[in-house]
């Protein structure tokens, strides 16, 4: 069973940035395709970005585009989400998901995904 593990959330100011990592419980060579989440209180979760199991292909909602990216360090085993230009609207729970198969046009469709990790706190707030 592969485990998920985010870190790097925290409370930034509007307009501040985080970096999230996103790291399998086990080396796993860029097998997996890994999808970001978030979910505000209240609120269903919400697909944020997606990238291929070897950091070619990146997909972004809409309401991140030109904000966030999403990249890979196959070697280091770890996925990462650069969050710039935050905005209050950004706060939830992050989470990254894994898929066995690039999920396409299902890349914002929590089912595609397999794992999950535990989530991680992003906080947007002055």
């Known amino acids: 069973q592969l485990q998920l593990v985010e870190s790097g959330g925290g409370l930034v100011q509007p307009g501040g940035s985080l970096r999230l990592s996103c790291t399998p419980s086990?080396?796993?060579?860029?097998?997996?395709?890994i999808g970001w989440f978030r979910q505000a209180p209240g609120k269903e979760r919400e697909g944020v970005s997606c990238?291929?199991?070897?950091?070619?292909?990146?997909n972004y909602a809409d309401s991140v585009k030109g904000r966030f990216t999403t990249s890979r360090d196959n070697a280091k085993n770890t996925i990462f989400l650069q969050m710039n230009g935050l905005k209050p609207d950004d706060t939830g729970v992050y989470y990254c998901?894994?898929?066995?198969?690039?999920?396409?046009?299902?890349?914002?469709?929590?089912?595609?995904?397999?794992?999950w990790g535990q989530g991680t706190q992003v906080t947007v707030s002055s």
């Open positions: 086990r080396f796993t060579g860029g097998y997996y395709a």
């Open positions: 998901a894994a898929s066995q198969t690039w999920p396409g046009n299902r890349c914002y469709d929590p089912s595609t995904y397999a794992y």
């Open positions: 990238i291929n199991s070897s950091g070619e292909n990146t």
